[in-house]
């Protein structure tokens, strides 16, 4: 999430939400990310809700982080339960940071225990948590997978060495692989890995041996995303000082086409523009869920959550947000309430990334006619949208967000 929070209203203390965005609460896919705010250094791209030790100075702590959690998750229960209708157990679990490795196996099994003993689990959920690869082991993997934890997913970024120093990752060019074959041993199914490609000095050679290396893994799961330099990161303002170029969008169209080739070629199918999994099951059910416009409640400092149509977020810092949580009031600092005319657009957004693409009927009379314009630029493909669907093109998943503009113009 980003180091700058939306503009909203004002949510209520208790957290109460309107009654129109209940009805149907159970009837939607429904998640729980828990935000874990921890991370031993800061990476220099990562505009993300974390904190080291040093600079929470004494204002937080794992166990005061956890009792904050367990309050909000009880409150989130209240809050969907309010007017007597059933609280939805969870369809999936992401516990994501932050570093949530850095709990170790006992604080992610408390983690998920805070889970049951609030909303629950249905039978079958998708449980994944978060790592990076210096903060893992065989002991944390074994004792994640006894927790209930059903998939891992490791933050590699890339296995070039001078890459990790620019990115300011702390781990090894080889660890993360190690680390995804420590996960497989100890019995987990489903591991992702995570590549950044576009990272300043990185060749294509560079990405070839990255992606080489992934597939030695034996994953069967990666998420593939082009580096962003984001405002008031480190490396922004390396990049302001002019000690390291912007990415270059051409650079970063062909490393898509790469990784794309590579992973397809390897028996990896993409379902959504950044992610690639060996099948259905591989992939990942929770952000499935975000994609198709599901619910789910958002815990842990700056986590945001959704709704039925309202769209909220939390105090950042974590001992602001557990100092409220403590008085009985709702973390939660601002919140937006969407029209129909918001909630189709987001549609479109989102469902569209997906390769089982758009349904038709999510557009309005003039998005119809852009689609079969951009079935006649090669963005769409045209026997979908004779099917009822808008499906991107290889070359649409490239200008993906123009396509969209195009669509909800």
């Given at each position: 999430?980003?180091?700058?929070p939306p503009t909203?209203?004002?949510p209520p203390e ?27 250094t800061r990476c ?366």
């Open positions: 999430m980003s180091a700058l909203g209203e004002q208790r957290g109460t939400l309107p009654t129109t965005a209940l009805a149907g609460v159970g009837q939607r896919p429904f998640g729980i990310y828990v935000h874990v705010p921890f991370c031993a220099g791209y990562c505009d993300f809700n974390t904190y080291t030790a040093d600079e929470l100075a004494g204002g937080g702590s794992f166990r005061g982080w956890l009792d904050a959690l367990r309050a909000e998750l009880d409150l989130g229960v209240r809050v969907l339960g309010e007017h007597g209708g059933p609280v939805p157990r969870a369809d999936t679990v992401f516990v994501g940071g932050g570093t949530p490795s850095l709990l170790g196996g006992s604080g992610l099994a408390e983690v998920l225990d805070a889970v049951r003993s609030s909303f629950g689990l249905r039978p079958g959920a998708e449980v994944t948590t978060e790592a990076n690869p210096e903060s893992t082991s065989p002991e944390l993997f074994a004792s994640a997978l006894e927790a209930g934890y059903t998939r891992i997913s490791l933050g590699m970024q890339s296995a070039a060495e001078h890459v990790l120093r620019v990115l300011d990752r702390r781990h090894t060019p080889g660890r993360a692989v190690a680390a995804a074959r420590e996960a497989m041993s100890e019995g987990f199914e489903h591991v992702s890995l995570d590549l950044i490609y576009g990272t300043p000095g990185e060749s294509t050679d560079d990405l070839r041996t990255s992606l080489e290396a992934v597939l030695d893994a034996g994953v069967d799961h990666v998420s593939a995303y082009s580096l962003i330099v984001e405002d008031g990161t480190a490396m922004a303002r390396r990049v302001r000082r002019g000690e390291l170029p912007m990415p270059d969008e051409d650079v970063l169209a062909a490393d898509y086409e790469l990784v794309d080739s590579v992973l397809s070629k390897a028996g990896f199918d993409w379902y959504e523009v950044s992610n690639w999994a060996r099948g259905e099951a591989a992939r990942c059910g929770h952000n499935l869920g975000y994609w198709r416009g599901g619910d789910w409640w958002g815990a842990g400092p700056g986590a945001h959550s959704h709704v039925g149509g309202v769209r909220w977020w939390n105090l950042k810092y974590p001992a602001r947000y557990a100092a409220a949580l403590s008085e009985g009031l709702s973390p939660a600092v601002g919140r937006e309430v969407l029209g129909a005319e918001d909630q189709r657009v987001e549609r479109v957004m989102l469902e569209l990334r997906l390769s089982e693409g758009l349904a038709v009927e999510a557009l309005d009379e003039a998005g119809v006619a852009e689609a079969w314009r951009a079935v006649a630029d090669g963005l769409l493909r045209a026997d979908a949208l004779r099917a009822g669907r808008c499906v991107l093109t290889d070359r649409g998943r490239l200008l993906a967000d123009g396509v969209v503009r195009r669509l909800i113009a």
